[in-house]
């Protein structure tokens, strides 16, 4: 059972913009930091940012990731059909000694 | 360009051990800070983290699976290994082998998953 609590789905047109949030407790958001991961139809997740903020080579600035206080949000511009994929936060928990995910969130590009 | 690779059987008992193996290339498995760890997703489901080891052999485990899981490496083979003793159906799963990194900081511990393997599917049935 994820201790993180996302969206299970969100949804926009093209070229629009989505909010994606991941709630979280003392024990691990509020004292960690926050990673996100966007699994495509099929393939293995890809770590998408880290760091609350960072972007690994090759990840397009259209992807964003911010953190305050027990909750952390990843946002995507400009969003493309491509972009339809699962995405997951993640972070360690202090209390739990253990790395846990959100509960997912299914990004649909109408 | 860090490669990894799970292998294993695809079909398990109930009640028997899950085995699998995760060979890494294009890199080294003892390198600095860097873990190696197993994270599964049942059909349809979110991400478990299972647990991860580091090269010195020092593991951590989820506690939702602390009682029945074992993680090991052979850093000579450049593989690491997971055995999940007593499956049931619900053990099911994608599993995935992925290396991770973390560093404590004052404002906290710093992890991520950057490297991962295809995934296998294991389904538990008799």
């Known amino acids: 059972q994820s201790v993180l609590t996302q969206p299970p789905s969100v949804s926009a047109a093209p070229g629009q913009k989505v909010i994606i949030s991941c709630s979280g407790s003392?024990?691990?958001?509020?004292?960690?930091?926050v990673s996100w991961y966007q699994q495509l139809p099929g393939t293995a997740p890809k770590l998408l940012i880290y760091?609350?903020?960072k972007r690994p080579s090759g990840i397009p600035d259209r992807f964003s990731g911010s953190k305050s206080g027990a909750s952390a949000t990843l946002g995507i511009t400009g969003l493309q059909t491509e972009d339809e994929a699962d995405y997951y936060c993640?972070?360690?928990?202090?209390?739990?000694?253990?790395?846990?995910f959100g509960t997912g969130t299914k990004v649909t590009v109408l | 360009q860090v490669q990894l690779q799970e292998s294993g059987p695809g079909l398990v008992k109930p009640s028997q051990t899950l085995s699998l193996t995760c060979t890494v290339s294009?890199?080294?498995?003892?390198?600095?800070?860097?873990?190696w760890t197993w994270i599964r997703q049942p059909a349809g489901r979110g991400l478990e983290w299972i647990g991860r080891?580091?090269?010195?052999?020092?593991?951590n485990y989820n506690p939702s699976f602390k009682s029945r899981v074992t993680i090991s490496v052979d850093t000579s083979k450049s593989q690491f290994s997971l055995k999940l003793t007593s499956v049931t159906a619900a053990d099911s799963a994608l599993y995935y082998c992925?290396?991770?990194?973390?560093?404590?900081?004052?404002?906290?511990?710093?992890?991520?998953?950057?490297?991962w393997g295809q995934g296998t599917l294991v389904t538990v049935s008799s």
């Open positions: 003392s024990s691990n958001i509020g004292n960690n930091y």
């Open positions: 080891i580091y090269p010195s052999g020092s593991t």
């Open positions: 992925a290396r991770g990194s973390s560093r404590i900081t004052v404002f906290g511990v710093e992890s991520r998953f950057d490297y």
């Open positions: 294009g890199g080294s498995i003892s390198s600095g800070s860097n873990y």
């Open positions: 993640g972070t360690w928990d202090g209390s739990l000694s253990a790395s846990v």
């Open positions: 760091d609350n903020n």
